[in-house]
């Protein structure tokens, strides 16, 4: 059971707009960063959003992120086959002493 | 660019101790500028953090693994390690190394460099 909440999957078809969302509460993100990270299959994580709504150079403007409360979203614009990939919000925690959390993953598909 | 890459046995039996080595090439860990971490994830699972370590060997844990977990850091080498004693079959992961940036209030930010991961099963 993960401590920040997603939906398992989302699809779209080429072109669309998606969100995922990623649900918490106060001692995470409700007073704390978020990240959210691609991992491809096979392949190790990488960091697409930190800090909330900032992109690391490289991650194309159509991945763009936002926080309101204790809930977080990804939202992908333009989406392209490339983009199926498992994506996973996290944040810290300041609960037990402090610790990162992570979201289950959704599975995103594209049609 | 930097690069990690973990190393260690692929197989550990039960009860024993995980032992794991992330090198770190393309810039120096005793910069001071980032936080070194652990991250594991089990097949067909979520991600897991376990920890991370500083360059001047400071370390923080994640509380539910606290009891069993060590990093260290070898700057000479330019390395960090992981070992995780009394390993069971829940142990069985992926695991990989991240860089992981710091924040103005010192907490770990974004992993924004990761290994490719490295799989290590517990089976007798």
């Known amino acids: 059971q993960s401590v920040l909440t997603q939906p398992p999957s989302a699809s779209g078809t080429p072109g669309q707009r998606v969100t995922i969302s990623c649900s918490g509460s106060?001692?995470?993100?409700?007073?704390?960063?978020v990240y959210w990270y691609q991992q491809l299959p096979g392949t190790a994580p990488k960091l697409l959003i930190y800090?909330?709504?900032q992109r690391p150079s490289g991650v194309p403007d159509r991945f763009s992120g936002s926080k309101s409360g204790t809930s977080a979203s990804l939202a992908i614009s333009g989406l392209r086959s490339e983009d199926e990939a498992d994506y996973y919000c996290a944040a810290w925690d300041d609960s037990l002493s402090g610790r990162v959390v992570f979201g289950g993953g959704t599975k995103l598909t594209v049609l | 660019q930097v690069q990690l890459q973990e190393s260690g046995p692929g197989l550990v039996k039960p009860s024993q101790t995980l032992s794991l080595t992330c090198t770190v090439s393309?810039?120096?860990?005793?910069?001071?500028?980032?936080?070194w971490s652990w991250i594991r994830q089990p097949p067909g699972k979520g991600l897991e953090w376990i920890g991370y370590?500083?360059?001047?060997?400071?370390?923080y844990y994640n509380p539910s693994l606290k009891s069993r977990v060590t990093i260290s850091v070898d700057t000479s080498k330019n390395q960090f390690s992981l070992k995780l004693s009394s390993v069971t079959a829940a142990d069985t992961a992926v695991y990989y190394c991240?860089?992981?940036?710091?924040?103005?209030?010192?907490?770990?930010?974004?992993?924004?460099?990761w290994g490719q991961g490295t799989m290590v099963t517990v089976s007798s």
């Open positions: 106060s001692s995470n993100i409700g007073s704390n960063y």
């Open positions: 370590i500083y360059y001047s060997g400071s370390t």
């Open positions: 393309g810039g120096s860990i005793s910069s001071g500028d980032y936080y």
């Open positions: 800090r909330n709504n």
């Open positions: 991240a860089r992981t940036m710091i924040t103005f209030g010192g907490v770990g930010d974004a992993f924004d460099i």
